[in-house]
C-alpha cells in the first residue's frame, strides 16, 4: 500500500499499489506489446507454423486483472492469452519456445499459441475452445472451496463466450454453489467479425450478471486502475466466500481476430480511435503523472522488454525441436497404453 | 480354303456367345457332325458340332466371348498350308481370315482350361478360396492349396481341410510343394528333388491329391503327376474311347520333355502308364503298375458307376469304403473332401461320360495284355489281395518278366492304405 | 461348492456394488466428490448413489444443475485442481451435451500442456437398451469416446468388476469413461468385501473353449454366456471375452485366443458400423491372429438405427441370443 505520499484523489491503482508494484504492470504491460509484436514478426519472417490471435491494445485489462492474485490463485483464460500468462509471470523464452513449436516450450511443442500454460504459476491455460474455459474455472474454484486453499480464480472469456451454453451453466452453478471465481470479460466487440451489437441481446455484458444473483460491473478495460479497482473488489469478495462475480472489461484488440482477417468488419476510423487510447501509453502518463516514473524510466523499461523479447525468440529459435517419436508421449500419464 | 468355324446364333438375344470347352484339340482331325465345342451364352449352354470334317486350327482359347457369325477356328483339308493364328477372335473383320501362310509351329491356342463357372464368379474362379489357417497350415506343410478340395463355402478351403490331407498322410513328414503347369492336361511337379523323375497317373475317379501317402516316400525324386480328362484340374475333354484317351495321355507325357523317367500308374492310370511305356519305351526307366486295369475283362461297374453318380458324401462314402479292405481308414472326414472334391457337377458327368466308354456295361473295354508282353522295361505290379474293383488274379496275366507283389489285407488302394510297403518297393526300383 | 465358501460369496447387486465403491473412496480419499444430476437425496434416476448424501453431505454429493456441459466442465476443472470427482451423467446419451469437455479439455489438456497436468476425473455412464426409453435414453455411445485418444473407457459387465474398475478408475491419473449397462444395475453377482481393484485394459475369460471365440461388451456378455451354454449341449465349445476395456483393449488376450480357435464373433450393443467389433476385427485382422483364422469373422451390433420404443422392436435392433447363436453355429459348421 502506497503510505506517506497517498493522493486521497488519486485513482485507485496509484492508491493501492506500491510504486513498485505499480512499474511492474507496466513492465508487463510492455512485455505483453512486444511480445505480441515479436510474435507477429516472427510470422511474418515465416518462422512460425500456426496462426496467433494477438491482444495489442488489451495489456490492461490481463495485468489489471491480475494485480491482486499470487501464484496459489487460479486463471483459466482464452485463445487470446498471451497478455494473460505475462500477467501470470510467465516465462517469455518458453512462451515463445512454445510458440515456436519447440521441446523448451510451455507445453513442449504440443499446445501452440492457443494452449500455453504454466500450472506452477496457477495458469491452467488459454484454450481454444470459445467458453472451454468457463466450467474449468468453476471446477478450480470447486477446488479451492473444498480443498481449503483460499485460493481465488479468475475465468477470462471474451465477448464471444457470453453466449456460449457453458457461460451461463458456468455462472448458475458458480453462483449456486458460492464458489471464488471472478468472470472477467474481455469485450473487445468482436467475437471474429460479429460485433457484440449484433450478437448479444444485453447492451452490457455484464447485465447478464443479474440473471445469475452476482454483481456485474462494466469498467474502461483500457483504464488499468479502473480494471483493477473493480477485479480487485470481485477477488476480494471471493476470497471472502461471498462468491462469484462478474467484470466487463471494455477494450479493443488492435489487430485482426487472426492472422487471416481482413478487417471488413469494422472501419479505420475506428481502429485508430482505439489506438488513440492506447493503455500502455495511458498507464505510462499515468505513473509519470503520479511520478512514480520518469519518462526515461518508462522509456527504458519499454526497451528493457525489447530486449526480454530478442532474447526469447533467440532462446526459441536455438531450441531443439520435439523428437517424431515421442508425438504420443503424454496423452496418457507415464505411457499407460491406447 | 479352310472352313470356318463360327459362334452360332442359338438364340433370338444374342450377340455373343462364350467358348466353354473343346472336344479337339489343335491338329486333331475332327469329323462333320461330331460334337465339337460346348458354348455358353446368357441365357444357355450348348453343345456345337462340326460344319465339315477337317484338321481343327486355331480354335479360340476356352473362356473366349466371341460376337455371332465371327470364326472361333478352322478346319484345313490334309496338306492344305495353315494360315497364321487370328489376332484377336471377332473383334477386326481383318483378323477373321487369316492369310494361308505355313506355319512350322502350330501352338495350342488354349491357354488355360477355364471351368463353366456361375456368373459372377468367372474373375474368382481360378483363384483358391482358403481361409488364412488353412493357408497357413498348407504353408508350414510346404502344401499347395491348388492340390487341396475345400469343403467350406463356396469350395473355401479351411483348416480341417488341409488337415485331412495331412491326417491321411501320416508320413506326410516332409510333404512336397506342386506348381501347376500349363498344358492340356493338368501337370503338377516338385520343386525339388534330383535324378531321374517319377511321373505319376492316377486311376479312374480319382485326382492327383490320392498320391499325397507315396509322396514322402518319392521326395528325394522330382515327381510329376499327370491328371486325366475330366479328373481334378484337367479339362473336361470328351473321349471317344480307351486310344483317345491314351493320345491325351500320352501327349501330356511327351509335352514333359524327359528323357528318362520312372513310371507309375494306379488302376486306369497303370493301364494309361503300360500303353505309354508301349510306344514310349525309351523314355521308361522302370514301370510300377498298381492294381492296373487293362489286364483283364472284370471290374466292378457298380463301384464305379456309384461314385460317378454320387452328389453328397453319403452316397460316395460306401462306394469308397469297397475301395479299401480296412473300411475305417475312409473316415466321414476323408468323403466329405473326396466329395469336395467331385462337387462340381460338371466333372462328375465327364467321369460317367467316360466309364460309359471305358467301362460299358462293367467290362474292360481294353485290353493291354499284348502291350505287357511287348515291353522289355522293369516292370512290377502291386496288387491287394481284397481289391474289390479289379480282381487281383488278373497280374496272373503277365509274362515272367514282371515282378509281382501282393499284399494282403489290402483292397484297391495299396499306395494309400500300405504307403510305406508300396513306397519303399518303388523306391527300391529307382 | 460347499456350503463354507457359499456363505463367504457375498452378492450385491450392480448397482450396489458401484454404490460400495464410491463409499470406499468418500470414505478414504478426502478429494472425492460425486457430482451429478440428482444423485443426491433422490439417490439418482437409478438409485445407485442411493444414500451416500446422507453419509458425506451435499458438498460431497453434489447435485448439479441440469447443465451437462457446465457440470463435466466444472469437474474436469476441478480434477485439474486437486479434487478426484466422480461425475454421473443421468443417461449415457447425455454425453453429447457434455462432449466439449470431455473430448476437447478431460481428454487433450494433459498433452496440450505437454504432460504438466492431469485430468484425475471419472464419469458414469448409464448406458444400453431395453428400458423402454426409446432413442435419446437408451444408447451405446463407448465407441465414441472410444475413438479419443486421453480418455479410457470401460464397460464393466459384472457387480465384482463394476465396483473393481470403479475402484481402479479412481486409481488412474488420466480420465476415465465407465458406460454402465441400466439393465445390469439389478443384476446380482459375488462382490468382494472391501477395497480392490479389477484392472483396466485387461479383457476377462469368462468361458473357456476352443471352437471359437466370442468377444462382448457389458450386457452382451450375459448374452453370449447363455448362448454358449447352448452350443457346448450341441458340442460346440464357444470362449467367451469379457473385453471388459474398450480402450484400451487388452490385445493379447483376444489374439491369443483367435489363435487358439480360429473363429472370432464379435457382440456389442453399440451400432454395428464403426463400432467396438469393428476395432476388434480390425485388431485380429492386422495382427499374426490372422493367420489363425478359419472362417470370415462376425460382428454382431446395433442396427443402423436409433433404438425404437416398441418393445419388439427395441429387442431386435440389438443382438440376442438367437442372433449368437446362429452366428456361432454358422461359424462353427463352416457355414460362413
Redesign the interface.
Known sequence: MADTLVETNAPYAIRTYSPEQLKDALRKMFLIRKFEEGAEDSYMRGLIHGTMHLSIGQEASAVGSCMSLTDADKITSTHRGHGHCVAKNADLGKMFAEFFGKETGYCKGRGGSMHIADPSKGNLGANGIVGGGLPIAVGAALSAKRLGTGAVTICFFGDGANNEGAFHESLNMAAVWKLPVVFVCENNKYGMSTSTARSTAVKNIAERAAAYSMPGVTVDGNDFSAVTEAVDAAVARARAGEGPSLVENLTYRWRGHSKSDRNRYRTKEEISEWMERDPIVAMSNLLVAHKILSEAEVAGLEEQATQVIKDAIEFAAASPDPRIEDATRDVYTEGAAA | MPVEVIMPKVDMDMAKGKIVTWYASEGDFVTKGAPLFDIETDKAAMEIEAPDSGILHHPAPEGTDVPIGKPVAWLYAEGEAVGAPPASYGAEPAAASPAPAPVSEPEPARAEAVAPAPRGDVALSDKQRA??????LAREAGLDLDGIPG???RGRV???DVQALLDRAPAFAAPVAFSAETGPLSVTRTKGGTGTPVVLIHGFASDATSWAPLEAQLKHRPIIRIELPGHGKSPKLRIANFAALVKDVRRAFDDLNLEQVHLVGHSLGGALALAIADTRERSIASLTLIAPAGLGPEVNGDALSGICRANRPESLGPWLRRLVADETIITDSYVRLAMAGRADPNLRAAQSALAEVLFPDGVQAFDLRAALERIAVPTRILWGKQDDIIPWHHALRAPGRAALHLFGGVGHMPQIECADEVGQLIKAYI | MNAMTKTELRELSYAEAIREAMDIALASDERVVLMGEDIGVYGGAFQVTGDLVEKYGTDRVMDTPISELGGAGVAVGAALTGLKPIFEFQFSDFAALAMEQIVNQAAKVRYMLGGSVSVPLVMRFPAGSGTGAAAQHSQSIEAWLGHVPGLKVLQPSTPEDAKGMLLAALEDPDPVMIFEHKILYKMKGHVPEGYYTTPIGKAAIRRPGKDLTIVATSMMVHKAMAAAETLAAEGIDAEVIDLRTVRPMDRETVLASVRKTGRLVCVYEGVKTLGVGAEVSAMVAESDAFDFLDAPIVRLGGAECPIPYNPELEKAVVPQVPDILDAARNLAKGRI
Open positions: 481361409t488364412p489357417r488353412a493357408r497357413a469343403t467350406g463355402p479351411q483348416a480341417e
